[in-house]
């Protein structure tokens, strides 16, 4: 599975996205989507568990979980690919 | 002559889904309950299962705790910054209701902000949670007005 495939089956299972996934552009703002707070904290929790890391506490803001591009960019951050 | 003082009210609300967080507690366990709510929160929320038993936990307290501490951040106003859950706490006292009690850079940010005071309510019927928050800020206005 590749990045992208596995961010968005994170978002699918705890994103609690008011849209289906697949409707989702990378830019896509994902609080506007209808990702609460409190999901993006599942969201950040699966993401560790998916990509076997834990994000700094630089990471842990609003806009790290604001789009997939910028999820991408996070894991990418965190797992320095 | 005294030093102009600018004060300034601010609300934050918050309301989260029972149900959501029953189901981190149960996907998450540990991992979710540590990185979100202090020592004191948690020791609120717990039911006891008895000798033998595993702890379980009070979703809607839970919950209403999550919104109390999303409402802060709304009082707050972090910019480009997500504050660490567990420098805002909901503190329950000996008479049952709570206080906010900050740390860290909630702490700093209440500090700048000249908020001195928050006050918090939260209740919760079956299926939501929420919280409302108030802060009190009073600005010592150093420079022309």
Redesign the interface.
Known sequence: MTVDETIRQVLAEHGRLAVPVESLADDTDLFGAGMTSHASVNVMLALEDAFDFEFSEKMLKKSTFESINAIRAGVAEMTGA | MSTPVRTELRVGL?I??ID??A??VE??GD??LL??FTSHELSCCRRNAGPGGADTWSSESLAGR?AAK?AVMKVLRPV???L?WRSIEVHRMTGGWCQIRLSGKAEELAVDAGIDELSVSMSHEATVAAAVVVGWSSHRDRGVA
């Open positions: 918050d989260v889904a959501e967080v189901d981190s996907c998450f991992r979710y990185r979100i999550f999303e480009e910054m997500q660490d």
